[in-house]
């Protein structure tokens, strides 16, 4: 006799909490009414009121690049960040590293953007070009992305084995060549979750943002804090069931992508076990 | 290995000098300027000497502690019973979702649900018990704020649980040991570090939720976080926002301390 899967039933509510919130932002974004109250009528009104709102538009297509631009520069300064750590021999200096990495992972949000509020004023005040902005937002996107993609492949560069890179360097390889065909396709598990980590961190930012974005520069996050302020306004359930759908279409991607490289992976390794035995 | 190791090491060291150690020191720096930028220490005096400031932080670290709590109850079964489903990726990936969609996003959507007129307060009418003033008040700050530390707190602990050798769990059942005996004694510890890291990455934001305590909290509550941003944006007054960041900072750090991880055994 099978026991009643208590476990199944957990995870089931969790998981109807986690989405009902969403979903009831989605619902209503079809609602005639105005309100999140009560459902008077279907309608579509609420999406060609965002796809006329032509600013709303831009901020939106803002925030996308900004978190595009600032993890992919996260990523790459962070996977060698990792490296730099790791191939630290001293061991206090390592712990140094290790601490300061840290620092800005666990600051409070608030934190960050006060000390980068100070930090880019006193920039402006030296050059007197910079002014806060989309680079000042760009900028601070990519300084507290960068630790998160570090802590993403700092355990994959533990997991590897460093007799690899011995065997190839006494194959002949040069550091370029270890690095760009042994460590990194090793780390790529890491980096690609590393930027995932670092794209979702910008998008979901707000705290930073609010503090150093200034006054022509707007971020969703931002935009939405400002209007639900004011009250509701059904252009902006509508306009999260956009962003949902999409994030949904590149989660399912992704893991497709991913399905597929475990499944190359597992198959490889049958290969290799199948090779071994035979000797 | 080491001259390559320092041409591509050198961004990481700009970025460690630039947006850590600067801006760090800036904070404290500026925590000993009055609004008139004079060299003073009135902002610690004020912060020291007021009840207000204290009794306002005892409170922000109070509502943190609770957070974090119910998150990791929440949390913690959550993992455990995923990394035993079939296709975990795929369901790991639907706890991440939600991070994704906007944190804003997700207050604005409590605002519709806990309104005086929402479906729960429609829920509670139909019921009999009547509708309740929900929103803006400290129960629905921190079911709020639970909701969206959520997902930071299970992916730590889902890691360190996938993490674990399952051959340690089999050895537990070849000496003997139960199921309660095996999670008590093997799984539990061997997970504590994602725990750990569960902890430091709620309880921190938890202190600075200042969108939170202004969209879902009516401004009752108040944490360290809002008194910040009010003090930075709203009037301009940076050296006592400065002297609120400095205590916040030792606050992170006594986490951390508390949190990190235990030196293993002696140098060699």
């Known amino acids: 006799m099978k026991k009643f899967p208590w476990s199944r039933l957990y995870l089931a509510v969790v998981f109807v909490m986690l989405y009902t919130p969403i979903f009831y932002l989605i619902f209503y974004s079809f609602n005639d009414g105005g309100t999140m109250n009560r459902f008077t009528g279907f309608t579509w009104d609420n999406y060609t009121a965002v796809f006329e709102d032509s600013r709303l538009l831009i901020i939106v297509l803002n925030t996308f690049m900004l978190a595009f631009l600032s993890a992919l520069i996260a990523t790459a300064i962070g996977t060698f960040g990792a490296m730099a750590i790791y191939y630290t021999k001293q061991r206090s200096t390592r712990n140094a590293l290790l601490s300061l990495n840290n620092i800005l992972l666990v600051s409070p949000d608030v934190i960050i953007g006060a000390s980068f509020l100070i930090f880019f004023t006193m920039i402006g005040g030296l050059f007197r070009s910079f002014s806060l902005g989309f680079t000042s937002v760009l900028l601070s996107h990519i300084a507290f992305s960068i630790p998160i993609v570090v802590l993403m492949v700092l355990p994959k560069l533990r997991e590897m084995n460093d007799s690899m890179v011995d065997a190839a360097r006494d194959l002949g390889a040069n550091n370029f060549q270890v690095v760009k065909n042994i460590i990194l396709p090793f780390l790529s598990p890491g980096i690609i979750a590393g930027y995932f980590m670092a794209f979702t961190y910008s998008l979901d930012d707000f705290a930073v943002t609010f503090f150093v974005t200034g006054n022509g520069f707007s971020t969703l996050s931002v935009e939405i804090y400002s209007r639900a302020r004011q009250g509701i306004s059904l252009e902006i359930n509508a306009l999260s069931t956009l962003v949902f759908l999409f994030s949904m279409i590149l989660v399912v991607g992704y893991y497709f992508i991913s399905q597929e490289n475990v499944s190359r992976r597992v198959r490889k390794n049958r290969q290799k076990r199948e090779v071994t035995d035979l000797q | ?268």
């Open chain 2, 1 to 268: 290995m080491t001259k390559i190791r320092r041409i591509y090491a050198i961004p990481y060291m700009f970025w460690l000098v630039l947006f850590v150690i600067a801006p760090v020191l800036m904070i404290v720096y500026q925590s000993f300027f009055d609004m008139n930028g004079q060299f003073s220490l009135i902002n610690y005096q004020t912060y020291f000497a007021s009840g207000k400031y204290l009794t306002m932080t005892l409170n922000s670290v109070w509502y943190a502690f609770l957070i974090t709590l119910i998150t990791l109850l929440i949390s913690y079964p959550t993992a455990y019973f995923l990394t035993k489903l079939k296709h975990k990726d795929l369901w790991l990936l639907l706890i991440i979702l939600p991070t994704w969609v906007n944190l804003l996003l997700k207050a604005y959507a409590f605002i519709g649900i806990f309104g005086i007129n929402g479906s729960v307060n429609s829920f509670l009418t139909f019921t009999g018990i009547g509708p309740q003033q929900i929103l803006f008040t400290d129960f629905s700050f921190l079911v709020v704020a639970t909701y969206i530390e959520l997902p930071f707190m299970i992916m730590p602990i889902y890691n360190a649980l996938e993490e674990m050798n399952p051959s340690l769990i089999s050895a537990s059942r070849d000496l003997g040991a139960n199921n309660f005996e095996t999670f008590r004694r093997v799984i539990f510890p061997l997970s504590l570090n994602g725990v750990k890291s569960g902890v430091q990455a709620v309880f921190i934001p938890s202190l600075s939720l200042f969108m939170l305590t202004r969209l879902i909290g009516g401004n009752r509550v108040i944490t360290l976080g809002t008194a910040i941003e009010q003090h930075f944006l709203v009037t301009q007054n940076w050296g006592m926002g400065s002297t609120i960041g400095v205590v916040l900072i030792i606050a992170m750090v006594v986490v951390m301390l508390l949190t990190g991880e235990k030196k293993k055994g002696g140098r060699k």
